[in-house]
């Protein structure tokens, strides 16, 4: 049994890890911590008074340790609240990603089930363009997860000051390539970038810039942020006294 997720879903699970959490904190303070209910025949999803239109992407066998897509779900295949998790099984299919084709995913070969289960949830919301996602537990047995779709959701963007920990945070989450991290990060928000042996750089919507140098052993040695402030708000050279 897999113990581990394959290599080609550990990629593209880092190429979402720095912006995928960097949503994930934008999508957290949206959503208000509270009492949950869902109509999944609506594709919709309430959460402390606030209504969202969710897609469902799968659920967790918390016994059997196992995770089941939507899209294979007799009891939602081919309905609208599944169309989310056909897009990753289509995707799946196009990049042989079994872990995305195989209706039933074995996770209990993997140390923690629960951690890998959240780890699908999380790349296939990269893989979507997602907003965020959702883990609820559904009953005893089983987590149910789901992605917002549903404009009302804030879009994080590139902040000068919190770039360096979001960066960092990203590289930190399975520990594997942080050049494959922060070139991920890039592209998603299409920042013009450069890539040289031992960094990354690339322009910020503020006309700034940042730089991210690498040691060898493809881990982030440091963030250079370089923060244009517009010209009137420069200090500017002292009047006469």
């Given at each position: 049994?897999?113990?581990?997720?394959?290599?080609?879903?550990?990629?593209?699970?880092?190429?979402?890890?720095?912006?995928?959490?960097?949503?994930?904190?934008?999508?957290?303070?949206?959503?208000?911590?509270?009492?949950?209910?869902?109509?999944?025949?609506?594709?919709?999803?309430?959460?402390?008074?606030?209504?969202?239109?969710?897609?469902?992407?799968?659920?967790?066998?918390?016994?059997?340790?196992?995770?089941?897509?939507?899209?294979?779900?007799?009891?939602f295949q081919g309905s609208p609240v599944a169309?989310?998790?056909?897009?990753?099984?289509?995707?799946?299919?196009?990049?042989?990603?079994?872990?995305?084709?195989?209706?039933?995913?074995?996770?209990?070969?993997?140390?923690?089930?629960?951690?890998?289960?959240?780890?699908?949830?999380?790349?296939?919301?990269?893989?979507?363009?997602?907003?965020?996602?959702?883990?609820?537990?559904?009953?005893?047995?089983?987590?149910?997860?789901?992605?917002?779709?549903?404009?009302?959701?804030?879009?994080?963007?590139?902040?000068?000051?919190?770039?360096?920990?979001?960066?960092?945070?990203?590289?930190?989450?399975?520990?594997?390539?942080?050049?494959?991290?922060?070139?991920?990060?890039?592209?998603?928000?299409?920042?013009?970038?450069?890539?040289?042996?031992?960094?990354?750089?690339?322009?910020?919507?503020?006309?700034?810039?940042?730089?991210?140098?690498?040691?060898?052993?493809?881990?982030?040695?440091?963030?250079?942020?370089?923060?244009?402030?517009?010209?009137?708000?420069?200090?500017?050279?002292?009047?006469?006294?």
């Amino acid at each position: 049994m897999a113990t581990t997720f394959s290599a080609p879903f550990l990629r593209l699970t880092e190429q979402h890890a720095a912006w995928g959490a960097e949503q994930l904190e934008t999508f957290n303070a949206f959503l208000p911590m509270g009492e949950w209910s869902a109509d999944l025949g609506r594709c919709l999803y309430r959460q402390a008074g606030r209504e969202l239109r969710i897609s469902l992407l799968g659920t967790f066998d918390v016994n059997d340790r196992s995770w089941l897509w939507a899209w294979a779900n007799p009891g939602f295949q081919g309905s609208p609240v599944a169309r989310a998790a056909e897009r990753i099984r289509q995707y799946g299919q196009a990049h042989g990603l079994h872990e995305f084709t195989d209706d039933l995913v074995r996770l209990a070969g993997h140390e923690d089930a629960r951690r890998a289960a959240e780890t699908l949830a999380f790349t296939a919301m990269g893989v979507l363009g997602a907003a965020g996602y959702i883990g609820v537990q559904a009953s005893p047995d089983a987590r149910a997860y789901m992605v917002p779709d549903d404009p009302q959701v804030p879009r994080a963007e590139p902040d000068a000051i919190t770039l360096p920990r979001v960066l960092l945070t990203g590289a930190g989450l399975l520990g594997g390539s942080a050049r494959q991290v922060v070139a991920g990060y890039f592209a998603h928000h299409e920042l013009p970038q450069r890539q040289a042996e031992d960094r990354l750089s690339a322009g910020l919507p503020n006309g700034g810039t940042v730089d991210v140098l690498f040691d060898d052993l493809d881990r982030i040695a440091s963030v250079h942020v370089n923060s244009r402030e517009p010209a009137a708000d420069r200090p500017g050279p002292p009047g006469p006294a």
